[in-house]
């Protein structure tokens, strides 16, 4: 299945599967390649028909990223160029339930954690900072401060309870105790340039993938991160967005400004796939974690496609 969803004047950022239902999915776009704007958030279901919206939330900012809440199937969180958080409601249409407004600068990422027993979510900005909401509440309830650059991304751990990751324009991987917000517990030299994404291996908890704007993608054991597990070579610009296999621990997905996507092979450090249908920086990719080998993505060109990759090996650990 392969279907395609115009993002009419607005340029695709970020792009998640629903964790609670199989065809459901959203998008964050913004006006003028997020420069100037406003920004949207689509909410999609996808059949065998196609592709229709499902709600379109409208905001006065460009909007960056967005993430499912884990504990209620209708609430998503966004972030924006203004600096601001919102909590939206698909049964609610006529605006956010909230909006938190901390950070100085724009919004880059937000993550909603993945162990049981929290309900918690970071953001990370332009500001330099991560910060760490419950969105019951009105204030944050943690500042992570260190990074000496832009915080592209920031992302929780599917394991260890507390513990999350960010990447940041000063070339370090840092990994963070939510108990301490002092100084990160680890941090890594990873790459050159800056680093514009990170995600965790979700069948090895010691293991963290980082992708920068010097084409690579990294892989890190946080027990020894003197030199990287592996080092996938072959986008020839930045990379966007690092998305592990929900399915099989030795498959990774990037999408890059070059306008594609790739599926890798961490153990043979080799690229099974390379998905050529955008002609703009490829910025959003998702798996769906309900219907294996299927994905999404969005890109600058106002286009978001879900589609099927071929079937990859069984699922086996790194």
Known sequence: MNHTFKTQSRHGYSVQFSPFFPQRLACAASQYFGIAGCGSLFVLDVSPEGIRPVQVFDWNESLFDLVWAENNENILIACSGDGSIQVWDVAQPQGPLKVLREHSKEVNAVDWSQTRN??????????KSI???DISRDESLQTFLGHDHIVYNASWSPHIQGL???VSGDGTLRLWDMRRSDNCVQLIHAHEG???SCDWCKYDQNIIFSGGVDGLIKGWDFRNSKFPTCELRGHKYAVRRIR??????HIVASSSYDFTVKIW????????????HHTEFVYGLDFNVHVPDQMADCGWDELLHVYNTPPYSKPQSI
């Open 131 to 133: 910060k760490l909401w």
């Open 265 to 276: 092979d961490v153990t043979r450090q080799s690229c099974l796939n390379t998905v050529e």
């Open 194 to 196: 800056e680093i514009l």
């Open 118 to 127: 929290e309900h918690l979510v970071i953001s990370a900005s332009w500001d």
């Open 164 to 166: 999350f990751s960010s």
């Open 244 to 249: 592990t296999s929900p399915f099989c621990g």
